[in-house]
């Protein structure tokens, strides 16, 4: 039944980084993880990708025992877990004669955009295709960036919603710090490719929201892989899910936090170790005498935060809480990049844009929980008015298909309600804005030359309903083509089990 | 349009524009508008005459008496209103609230026919506003759960006491085929069992009622209420709403209606698309929407957003719900129902069957058809003026008149924006 399964993941619910000059340990390990790109070899998107580097390591497992990994002391941005994307096989292409939005400045109209070797090279209005340049006509078409959804539990709840692979939430404890979301990430997920159908490039899969540290977060790109590392975005940081309100409430209520003032305790309690632990850590990290501390997974990352490597990602909905949350992060010296949810950011968009703090919104879910009762439609528009970083956001592997007509929804509000919303501005809150919540806006976000060329093609303006992603290029390549089942990947599931487009009984 | 149409159309309205000349009472013009009748073939700058709640002419020329209140359409849309013939609006506030919650019956081992969900309807919920003012006119309240889950009714979205606001109650009986668990059963074939069974029940009920009543039949499966609340589905009276998303439990839908002679509507219906001409050999009609294609269970692994459109073109009825997959769509996103419409367009269905299919589809499949889903004389005045085209998402209500009344009280979600536009200067400290 759908609407249990939302409701579980509703109410229980609702990277990597390339410093490899922190410490020098480990340097080689993170310099292949983090070398942008050498080609992945043949293959095509619609078929089973090819092996990555790191599985074809050890030829018949007989090679000699490895030394231990950066993992094996607490080191700050260790990467036990490196990525393994390279990009797919590209080729040079022009799209011209589109409009195209940015999201890095004005509409560009009978424009083009020229990719090459991953990139984007150009935008702009005098282009010459080169000789071997795959051109495509892009009239009465637009061109924008890769949509960027910052909450997806895609991959940790799959499709189908069944209990085995429900593996977002380790409510457990109401502390989870130590548990990281790409260890649950199954990549086989049918929902990846209706992401990308839907022109999602990059996604930040989170834990649910069962805890008040849920722990970290993972980025990771649509594409096919045999591990989540294929997916890993190279360089991305890593988040910390955190949440308020109702849901730790509901889930620990007979061992506690039960109450708002339970929660914010918890939080509090953990910020305290989390700063000794750091100061420990720090201390031998810098003299190396005696033996190292011990170590604490979960410390670990609150540590993160408290150095400023991982990014805070808080599902919060009510202006209140959000208030009282940017005081704990002064309290102890840490920021928080995103609300998420934000359900009631409205009522304190100043604060928001005052202490640099984004939210990540829904167009107009509302009423599910005491909590999103206040839920209004002109939300992101009020945010962005008040100079904050607003940004949609799915949390929903449906609406994560349609975010372009999620945003139009919030722009027809913010009409409604004598705010009016450009389309220039309205891109933004599905690319660059949740880019930089993810640290990732200097490489994605918008179309400029020198970022990666994630680049959706639409039939026609995106903020249309009857509007279809046509073609979605990573890093300049051809992923998802509605016109050509070849660049429609299929997952392992669905392989004689979801039925074909067109295949009637 | 051809000229042939309109001079058919033109002929079709005569009789209204005879009534209108003779106009009293509350009388409203909605004029200069492209009117979408349903009923009949497009109108430009049109005029739809209202009085006493009833539309009473809709046509190119339709003289509109002086004293009249007009409504200026020009450059805009003029459609029935909408109808969401699948929710539970009024029946849940918060749907984590389990005290504002009254979707859902305990019922006796999962059988719930007797339960009138509407008798708990709200008047008062903040939700029903909202979805009028989006331009959803009426709506079936549904109940939800269970095997047998109770009665549907159909309401319009009216101020007033429950008892105003229902146009027919009961309206179905809604029962489920497919989910195990939530019949209170350990497998699909029991299920079945079980729903023949009460079948088997409700007619012994009836036909031997005396015994019954002085207890010499053997036990039945469900008490008196209920039985007696399932007659008249098994006289194919009236209507009985099916959950079913799996191919093979709408095929075992369709064999156990045609055993029982019951009049079966298919609701969810993922897969349907894959048995369409089973469909609609049996004209059973399907409720479905248009936003979901995810695998999400081992019933929908077929679900597909062009269901609409390929069970459409085999000839079967469709009628557009909800479907965003998210539960605030049954309540609090009631409204969206027309973003459902217009992707159903984006993926194949043309532009007219998906108004219908969330107007006149609905009225006829539940026997309103000669209340409510069209632009005609007689007919309810449930009308929508529109900036634009209806599914467009810039697109907004910007009158809706329910019986020939426009619902001006500004929503929750309007007070709310307002007061936070400008910070009240109580709030700016």
Known sequence: MINASILWARARRPAGWCAATVLGIGVAALAVACAPGSQRAGGTP????????????????????????????????????????????????VIQHATILTAAGPA??????????????????????????????????YVTPGIIDVHSHIGVYPAPGVA????????????????????????EDPQFPRALAGGVTTMQILPGSA????????????????????????????????????????????????????????YRRAWIQA????????????????????????????????????????????????????????????????????IEAYKIADLLA??????????????????????????LALTARAGAHAMIHSDDAAGAQRLNQEVAKAMAAGVAAGIPVTEDEAVKWMTINPAWALGLDGRIGSLEAGKDADVVLWSGTPFSVYAHAEKVWIDGALLFDRSDSAHQWRTDFELDYVPHAGVQR | MSARRVIAAMVALGAGLVAASAAGGQTIAIVGGTVYPVSGPRIERGTVLVRDGTIVAVGPDVVVPEGATRIDATGKWVTPGLVNAETALGLVEVEAVDETRDMTAKGEHAVAAAFAAADGLNPASPMIAQARADGVTSVVAAPTGGLIAGQAAAIDLV?????????????????????????????????????RGLFDDVRTYERRHADYERADTRPLSAGPRDLAALVPVLHGTEPLMVHADRASDIEQAIALARDYGIKLIIVGGAEAWQVAPALAAAKVPVLTGSLLNIPDSFGSLGQRQDNATLLRRAGVTVVLIGNSGVEDASAFNVRNIRQDAGTAVAYGLPWDEALRAVTSAPAAVFGLADRIGALRPGLEANVVVW?????????RAEHVLVRGREHQKPTREELLTNRYKTLPPEYRR
């Open chain 2, 159 to 195: 101020p007033g006491a429950p008892s105003t606001m229902v146009l027919r109650a009961p309206l179905a009986i809604v029962a489920e085929v497919g989910n195990s668990a939530q019949a209170e059963v350990g497998a699909r074939g029991e299920l079945l069992g079980r729903l």
């Open chain 1, 108 to 141: 560009l109209h009978d424009a083009s955009l020229l990719m090459r070797d991953g990139k984007v090279v150009a935008v702009g209005s005098q282009i010459a295709a080169p000789a071997d340049a795959v051109v495509i006509d892009g009239t009465g078409k």
């Open chain 2, 387 to 395: 900036s634009g085209d209806p599914f467009e998402l810039s697109t």
């Open chain 1, 211 to 266: 805890n008040l540290f849920g722990g970290r977060s993972v980025v990771v790109k649509p594409v096919p892989s045999r591990s989540v590392q294929g997916m890993k975005f190279p360089g991305a940081k890593y988040g910390l899910k955190m949440a308020c309100g109702e849901n730790p409430k509901r889930v620990y209520q007979q061992r506690g936090p039960s109450t708002d003032m339970g929660n914010v305790a918890g």
């Open chain 1, 354 to 379: 005052k202490n640099g703090i984004g939210a990540a919104e829904w167009a107009d879910w509302g009423g599910f929980k005491m909590e999103s009762f206040d839920a209004i439609r002109a939300n």
């Open chain 1, 46 to 93: 619609g078929a089973p990708p090819a092996p990555a580097r790191a599985a074809a390591a050890s030829p018949g497992g007989a090679g000699p025992t490895p030394a231990p990994g950066p993992g094996a002391l607490s080191v700050p941005n260790a990467d036990p877990f490196p990525s393994t994307y390279t990009p797919f096989p590209s080729r040079v292409t």
């Open chain 1, 275 to 342: 700063e000794e632990y750091r100061r420990r850590w720090d201390k031998w990290n810098a003299d190396h005498k005696g033996d190292p501390p011990s170590r604490d997974l979960g410390l670990e990352t609150l540590a993160e935060v408290l150095r400023g490597n991982i990014l805070v990602h808080m599902h919060c909905y009510r202006a209140d809480e959000m208030a009282q949350m940017i005081d704990v992060a002064r309290e102890f010296g840490y920021h928080i990049r995103a609300f998420h949810h934000a």
């Open chain 1, 164 to 187: 085995e692979l429900a593996n977002g939430n380790e409510a457990t404890d109401p502390n989870t710090a130590y548990v990281w979301a790409e260890h649950s990430v199954w990549p």
